[in-house]
T-cell receptor
Framework: GAGVSQSPRYKVAKRGQDVALRCDPI?????LFWYQQALGQGPEFLTY????????KSGLPSDRFFAERPEGSVSTLKIQRTQQEDSAVYLC?????????????FGPGTRLTVT | AQSVTQLGSHVSVSEGALVLLRCNYS??????LFWYVQYPNQGLQLLLK??????LVKGINGFEAEFKKSETSFHLTKPSAHMSDAAEYFC????????FGTGTSLTVIP
């Protein structure tokens, strides 16, 4: 079956532009997570959805970051007024269980470069 | 609070040699522990996981890890390295969210 997909795979944005990153989780997965992975670092948690409810957004670095999952499936991570420090790979993961305690399935990521 | 420490950001082994990647964790609750592998320009793939039960966990591609509560460790091993094992490896602990280590880059020397 299909895994987690993300689009675009690569995005170059000029500083100050808004970007939208899309995640298509595995069908039927309850939980959806967004992570930010800086170069040479491990993924860092951004936000978590259980179905359409955003239950944890404690990892979002600023109010320029916004995520939604309106119908409990596809999710979009939006970054407003991008800055150079936003350059990173943004990973999406989904899980069949609440909180993804047992296993999370990751997409290939979107590499964002802010120039 | 949960956290993960991976000792050694880069590990090099000869093909056919033992692979040992170290991971220590801290957790205020009984941990669920994971090892993920990441190949260039790809997402993370689960190698193995420990939730409950047997402390020696076997995963894909011949990898295994042992949960040692007394040492708060979850080291990853493979008896014989293969060229295709060259990748980035991440240890993670699950609390309210996943906490990942900073990763270990494995190089396999032919």
């Amino acid at each position: 079956g299909a895994g987690v997909s993300q689009s675009p795979r690569y995005k170059v944005a000029k500083r100050g532009q808004d970007v939208a990153l899309r995640c298509d989780p595995i069908s039927g997965h309850v939980s959806l997570f967004w992570y930010q992975q800086a170069l040479g670092q491990g993924p860092e948690f951004l936000t978590y959805f259980q179905n359409e409810a955003q239950l944890d957004k404690s990892g979002l670095p600023s109010d320029r970051f916004f995520a939604e999952r309106p119908e409990g499936s596809v999710s979009t991570l939006k970054i407003q007024r991008t800055q150079q420090e936003d350059s990173a790979v943004y990973l999406c993961a989904s899980s069949l269980t609440k909180r993804g305690h047992y296993e999370q399935y990751f997409g290939p990521g979107t590499r964002l470069t802010v120039t | 609070a949960q956290s993960v420490t991976q000792l050694g950001s880069h590990v090099s082994v000869s093909e056919g040699a033992l692979v040992l990647l170290r991971c220590n964790y801290s957790s205020s609750v009984p941990p669920y522990l994971f090892w993920y592998v990441q190949y260039p320009n790809q997402g993370l793939q689960l190698l193995l996981k420990y939730t409950t039960g047997a402390t020696l966990v076997k995963g894909i591609n011949g990898f295994e890890a042992e949960f040692k509560k007394s040492e708060t460790s979850f080291h990853l091993t493979k008896p014989s390295a293969h060229m295709s094992d060259a990748a980035e490896y991440f240890c993670a602990v699950n609390g309210n969210q996943f906490y990942f280590g900073t990763g270990t880059s494995l190089t396999v020397i032919p």
